[in-house]
């Protein structure tokens, strides 16, 4: 793999990994979850042993590949509009231009693709991506190909990912796929399968491997993380059936952790997401022992009350989220939590909102990612659940819960002011080129003056004022990580 430094539309520049030789073009684009940016990676690189450089110019593309998301109707009508602008393409500029859908959407919806949308000629499920080159030469001659197989085993751990759009800096990799969960609202069980877990043999290769070239920052992630189980393969419910060996030589997430951690001593760690009800005290203390696994924990609750934390089948109290959040503050008092909140699920009422507002009153919350329920085909909500929250009734109470995070946010940034922080640099920012662009251990971002400092580089940054998002400040040197 050679390294070409390309400009996107923002003028960042961007490294993106070519093989030298190859000559097909393939534009590849993706919506929703981490997970989702993390698998084209993996089809970038089954692509690229078939002859295909990424480009990032529709124009140009001799393959256009979306991997989509389900989760929201939204997500799948930003889905369906990408479509038509490749089949305008296709029309003005590119009538040999091929185009397939990945993961979730394709999933859902199978072959029922290929006859709603006519652009479309390839439907690929999130485990069938190996499966790529033999559906290609079908549509290489002029036939659509579907594969959307589930898979009991399937990781991808034997596939060394290509880094698209990478700061060369900060990297994601996938530990566990699936979800064994069925939280009611939840379309993401139907469309990713069963929960199996990847060996840690193979996660650790690619922590090392992204280490020495270069990368300072990993992401380990699942829909589930504190779920992971290793023991020897296979899917997470059918770990009853191990042998003793098996179960005495298992690996958990704690210790998969540690694993990381320990391997490479100053690269960062971060994971996502994870489950409360599968969040162990030996997860808190891994974090507490080890300095270069970040304090933030994504920890979504979806509401605060128990009949509605019921309905959704998440499978803890109120009372036992705030025992784990004292728990996590007790021993890591500047941990950051952040939270997904579902607004105006199925018989939600006022007083159900209002513990949802309680609850985030007591947690104060760093960030946030907030929803109005949108029932989705298929889920056990959707068949057993009126959606009968009236539009504007859940836009209100959404309103009211973002307008709450925003000001909680503000209060947690507040905190930093006056404070000497480590912050990895990532990028130049946004606003200004003359300023860097990173976050620290809390993932807030930080935007400072760039000094002699550059990409990659840890540097101690005094913060000095801050918005609900971002704080601001100025390098004070670089710190002891680097
Ligand atoms: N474990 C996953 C969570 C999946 S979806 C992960 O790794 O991110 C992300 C968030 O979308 C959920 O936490 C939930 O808040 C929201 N969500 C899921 N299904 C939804 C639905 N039907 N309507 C509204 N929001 C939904
Ligand atoms: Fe979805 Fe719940 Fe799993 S939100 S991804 S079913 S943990």
Redesign the pocket.
């Known amino acids: 793999m050679e390294k070409i430094i390309d400009e996107n539309k923002q003028g960042e520049s961007l490294i993106l990994e070519q093989k030298e030789g190859n000559k097909r073009k393939l534009f590849i684009e993706s919506y929703g979850?981490q997970?989702n940016f993390s698998d084209s990676e993996i089809v970038a690189s089954i692509l690229a042993d078939q002859g295909f450089n990424t480009t990032q110019n529709l124009e140009d593309a001799d393959l256009v590949l979306v991997n989509t998301c389900s989760?929201?109707d939204k997500a799948e009508q930003t889905v369906r509009k990408r479509l038509e602008k490749y089949n305008a393409v296709k029309q003005q500029h590119n009538p040999h231009m091929k185009v397939g859908v990945l993961g979730c959407m394709a999933e859902r919806l199978k072959s029922k693709f290929l006859e709603e949308e006519k652009i479309v000629d390839l439907v690929v499920g999130p485990d069938a991506y190996k499966d790529l080159p033999n559906l290609l030469a079908e549509v290489d001659e002029g036939r659509e190909a579907i594969n959307v197989i589930l898979s009991k085993e399937e990781t991808y751990g034997d596939v060394s990912p290509v880094r698209l759009n990478t700061n060369g800096v900060t990297a994601f990799v996938s530990i566990t796929r699936g979800?064994d969960n069925m939280c009611t609202?939840?379309?993401?069980p139907f469309t990713r399968g069963r929960e199996r877990s990847r060996d840690p043999q193979s996660i650790i290769e690619e922590v090392n491997d992204l280490w020495n070239r270069g990368y300072k920052e990993i992401t380990l992630l699942?829909?589930?993380v504190d779920s992971y189980l290793w023991y020897g393969g296979g899917l997470k419910k059918d770990f009853d059936k191990a042998s003793d060996l098996q179960k005495a030589t298992a690996v958990n997430f704690a210790q998969l952790l540690a694993m990381c951690a320990e391997a490479q001593p100053k690269m960062r760690f971060r994971f996502?997401?994870s489950?409360p009800q599968d969040f162990t005290m030996d997860v808190i203390k891994t974090m507490a022992e080890h300095k270069n696994i970040c304090n933030y924990i994504h920890l979504?609750v979806?509401s605060g009350s128990n009949r509605i934390l019921k309905a959704m089948n998440r499978l803890h109290t109120r009372e036992e989220y705030i025992e784990l959040i004292d728990n996590i503050k007790g021993l890591i008092p500047d941990c950051a939590i952040s939270q997904?909140?579902?607004a105006g699920f199925p018989t939600e009422t006022e007083e159900d909102h209002q513990d949802t507002l309680s609850l985030m009153e007591y947690v104060k919350y760093d960030f946030g990612?907030m929803?109005?329920?949108?029932?989705?085909p298929g889920?056990l909500a959707e068949r057993k659940l009126e959606d009968d929250i009236p539009f504007d009734v859940k836009k209100r109470r959404l309103n009211e819960i973002i307008a709450l995070q925003q000001k909680h946010s503000l209060l947690r940034t507040k905190a930093h002011v006056g404070k000497i922080e480590e912050v990895l640099i990532e990028k130049a920012s946004k606003r200004s080129d003359a300023h860097w662009s990173g976050r620290n251990t809390q993932n807030t971002v930080v935007v400072f003056p760039k000094g002699n400092y550059k990409v990659g580089d840890f540097v101690n940054v005094k913060i000095t004022d801050c918005t609900s998002a971002t704080l601001i400040g100025e390098a004070v040197g670089y710190s002891e990580n680097n």
């Open positions: 979850c997970m989760i929201r979800c609202f939840c379309v993401v699942g829909q589930n996502s997401t489950n979504p979806q997904d909140m579902i990612f929803f109005a329920y949108s029932e989705r889920t």
